[in-house]
C-alpha cells in the first residue's frame, strides 16, 4: 500500500541587508531588519532557536556577522553585504 504526502511549497524571500562595519552583532541585525523592536525581543526570538545563521540554528545573540553570511528567519533569507 502506498501512502501519497502532500507537501505545501514554501516561497522563501531573500534581502540584501547592506552594513557599513566589518560586522554586526545578530541581535542588533534583527533590529536593523525590523524583525526585533527591540534588544529584548531579539532575545527571545534567538533563543527560542527561531534564527539560522548559514543554515544553522544560532542561540548565541552576539554572534558576529560579517559580509558574505546569510541569516533566515521564517521564510526570509537576509544576505549579509558590505556597503
Known amino acids: 500500500m502506498k501512502k501519497i504526502i502532500k507537501v505545501k511549497a514554501v516561497k522563501i524571500t531573500e534581502e540584501t541587508v547592506y552594513i557599513e562595519t566589518p560586522f554586526i552583532k ?3 541585525l534583527l533590529k536593523l531588519c525590523n524583525i526585533a523592536q527591540t534588544g529584548g525581543h531579539a532575545k527571545i526570538i534567538i533563543n527560542d532557536g527561531l534564527v539560522e545563521v548559514n543554515g544553522e540554528i544560532c542561540t548565541c545573540r552576539g554572534r558576529k556577522i560579517k559580509p558574505g553570511d546569510s541569516v533566515r528567519f521564517e521564510k526570509t533569507v537576509y544576505k549579509i553585504a558590505e556597503k
Open 26 to 28: 545578530l541581535d542588533s
